[in-house]
């Protein structure tokens, strides 16, 4: 709860101590990040905006296009040379004149008095800020970027960590690598890269072997279902549900049916995951006579509790009710008979 002060009432000034030196340690570190980031990204990158909070520090900043892991890591070795390096940070108060000649990074859009106050890091970092900070850099302990993103047009913003959140940063890292190592089944997580690798690998090897079982079984399937040819009106057609995996695979029985020219009319159906998959095929000849694929799938999708459409040689349709795929093959027929 906040009130206002009261005039001659007393009051104790606490500072949280632990608080507050979290705080100066983020600060110092924003400072160092600001000249960090100079060297590595160019002159032309300038800060945007920035918060120092007890756990974190944040600093937005101008630069076009990404900035790549290298970038990131080469600016977190400096800023953490700098903190071993121990440096002095000095403050003094003077003209902002004095200060420019020292060669003060000022806000730009920043309106200054003319009395200013200038933070001096060793004279690697000088900047005018009136906020409080360590006596030397290597109060800091340790820096950590923790995320860089885009946050505007021309605005990336970094979040980094300082000191003991560093440490618990570090910590939580290992303790999912961890976690890694164990799903993996490895006692230490010396060797969870090439784990990786080596179970991406044999993922790799899996699915493909996976993609050529399922072809040779749609080809039998094909051998099997192409075997029953039926026949309307002098139309021959199949229809015939298959066991296959998707939509994709119709279509690569359509074009066995195709080639092989097995008949006039192809009607595939299958079911997936609760879904039914239906597909028309016609050959260009009985195209001509009228009877074209489009039409057919939207007289028999229905049934199956879907619709669709597509061109008079080739046509699908999906629908939520798999259960009525005899009937939407049944009704193939009566549909040829016209
Ligand atoms: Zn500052």
């Given at each position: 709860?906040?009130?206002?002060?009261q005039?001659?009432q007393t009051?104790?000034?606490?500072?949280d101590?632990?608080?507050?030196?979290?705080?100066?340690k983020?600060?110092?570190?924003?400072?160092?990040?600001?000249?960090?980031?100079?060297?590595?990204?160019?002159?032309?990158?300038?800060?945007?905006?920035?918060?120092?909070a007890p756990?974190?520090?944040?600093?937005?900043?101008?630069h076009?296009?990404?900035?790549?892991?290298?970038?990131l890591?080469?600016?977190?070795?400096?800023?953490?040379?700098?903190?071993w390096?121990?440096?002095?940070?000095?403050?003094?108060?003077?003209?902002?004149?004095?200060?420019?000649?020292?060669?003060a990074?000022a806000?730009?859009?920043?309106?200054?008095?003319?009395?200013?106050?200038?933070?001096?890091?060793?004279?690697?970092s000088?900047?005018?800020?009136?906020?409080?900070?360590?006596?030397?850099?290597?109060?800091?302990?340790?820096?950590?970027?923790?995320?860089e993103?885009?946050?505007?047009?021309?605005?990336?913003?970094?979040?980094?960590?300082?000191?003991k959140?560093?440490y618990?940063q570090?910590?939580?890292?290992?303790?999912?690598?961890r976690?890694?190592?164990?799903?993996?089944?490895?006692?230490?997580?010396?060797?969870?890269?090439?784990?990786a690798?080596?179970?991406?690998?044999?993922?790799?090897?899996?699915?493909?072997?996976?993609?050529?079982?399922?072809?040779?079984?749609?080809?039998?399937?094909?051998?099997n279902?192409?075997?029953?040819?039926?026949?309307?009106?002098?139309?021959?057609?199949?229809?015939?549900?298959?066991?296959?995996?998707?939509?994709n695979?119709?279509?690569?029985?359509?074009?066995?049916?195709?080639?092989?020219k097995i008949?006039?009319?192809?009607?595939?159906?299958?079911?997936?995951?609760?879904?039914?998959?239906?597909?028309?095929?016609?050959?260009s000849?009985k195209?001509?006579?009228?009877?074209k694929?489009?039409?057919?799938?939207?007289?028999?999708?229905p049934?199956?509790?879907?619709?669709?459409?597509?061109?008079?040689?080739l046509?699908?349709?999906?629908?939520?009710?798999?259960?009525?795929?005899?009937?939407?093959?049944?009704?193939?027929?009566?549909w040829l008979?016209?």
């Amino acid at each position: 709860m906040k009130k206002n002060l009261q005039k001659g009432q007393t009051y104790t000034l606490q500072v949280d101590k632990t608080r507050h030196n979290s705080i100066i340690k983020n600060h110092t570190a924003t400072h160092l990040l600001h000249k960090a980031l100079k060297e590595v990204l160019g002159s032309q990158s300038n800060q945007a905006g920035s918060l120092v909070a007890p756990d974190y520090l944040r600093f937005d900043f101008s630069h076009f296009g990404q900035i790549t892991a290298e970038e990131l890591q080469e600016m977190e070795k400096i800023v953490n040379e700098k903190i071993w390096q121990a440096l002095p940070v000095t403050t003094i108060e003077t003209d902002i004149d004095t200060a420019k000649e020292m060669g003060a990074m000022a806000l730009f859009g920043e309106k200054y008095g003319h009395d200013v106050r200038v933070v001096n890091i060793a004279d690697w970092s000088i900047e005018l800020c009136g906020g409080n900070h360590v006596k030397n850099t290597e109060d800091i302990g340790i820096f950590k970027i923790t995320s860089e993103s885009g946050i505007g047009a021309g605005v990336r913003r970094i979040e980094a960590v300082t000191s003991k959140n560093a440490y618990q940063q570090s910590v939580q890292q290992e303790d999912k690598l961890r976690q890694v190592a164990e799903l993996f089944k490895l006692p230490k997580t010396d060797n969870v890269v090439d784990k990786a690798k080596q179970l991406q690998q044999e993922l790799e090897q899996a699915l493909k072997e996976n993609e050529q079982l399922s072809n040779r079984i749609a080809n039998q399937q094909a051998e099997n279902v192409f075997q029953e040819v039926n026949y309307v009106n002098n139309i021959s057609y199949v229809s015939a549900q298959v066991d296959v995996k998707d939509m994709n695979h119709l279509r690569q029985l359509a074009d066995q049916w195709k080639q092989q020219k097995i008949s006039d009319v192809l009607v595939l159906a299958t079911e997936n995951n609760g879904k039914a998959n239906l597909l028309a095929a016609v050959t260009s000849e009985k195209n001509k006579e009228g009877i074209k694929a489009g039409d057919l799938i939207q007289a028999i999708a229905p049934k199956v509790g879907g619709g669709g459409g597509g061109r008079p040689d080739l046509a699908q349709a999906g629908g939520k009710k798999p259960e009525g795929i005899p009937q939407a093959l049944n009704e193939v027929r009566q549909w040829l008979e016209g």
